[in-house]
């Protein structure tokens, strides 16, 4: 079983003055596939709070995978990419590509998504959005990458081949 962290970076949400609905989402969507969400947390959208809290999942928790909802956007404050950024050991660009190319399927402005997506240690980070429906349809789009990717990352299988 694959343990989760899961991070909404939201200053309204720390604040109480909106409702997290993209967090417990992602939760439940990935008890549902299987995963061992160790935690949901809500900080706000300060460049080293999301660092410290990658960091704490992946370094501390050893989780092997960390999603973050929202900061991924063109606001002064979206700050999630550039704080993944400066902690992630290697890039793992084609899931955020795939991300928002499948998105904009459904809406253009899905390429206005700064998300990223790394690696830090033994754990996949990936940057979603914040709107609940952004986070549906990108979650649908990584089902399937989840259980390969998360096997040969934690070593469970070392066959790239097939």
Do not use: W
């Not at 309204?12 to 008890?31: A, C, M, V, W």
């Not at 080293?48 to 956007?73: F, M, V």
Request: aromatic share 8%; hydrophobic share 35%; glycine share 8%.
């Amino acid at each position: 079983m694959f343990k989760a962290y899961v991070i909404t970076c939201s200053d309204k949400g720390f604040k109480g003055q909106r409702i997290d609905t993209s967090g417990p989402y992602i939760k439940n969507h990935l008890e549902s596939l299987g995963f061992n969400v160790l935690e949901l947390v809500i900080i706000n959208d300060d460049l080293e709070s999301i660092k410290e809290k990658i960091i704490y999942a992946s370094d501390t928790l050893n989780a092997n995978l960390i999603i973050t909802t929202g900061g991924t956007g063109f606001s002064p404050r979206d700050n999630t990419p550039e704080a993944t950024k400066q902690v992630i050991f290697k890039d793992v660009p084609g899931i955020s590509e795939m991300l928002r190319y499948e998105s904009s399927k459904v809406t253009k402005k899905a390429y206005l998504s700064r998300g990223v997506s790394g690696i830090r240690n033994r754990s996949l980070i990936i940057n979603l959005p914040g709107s609940l429906k952004a986070v549906k349809e990108t979650l649908s789009f990584l089902d399937n990458v989840f259980s390969h990717g998360l096997k040969v990352l934690t070593l469970l299988d070392t066959d790239c081949g097939e």
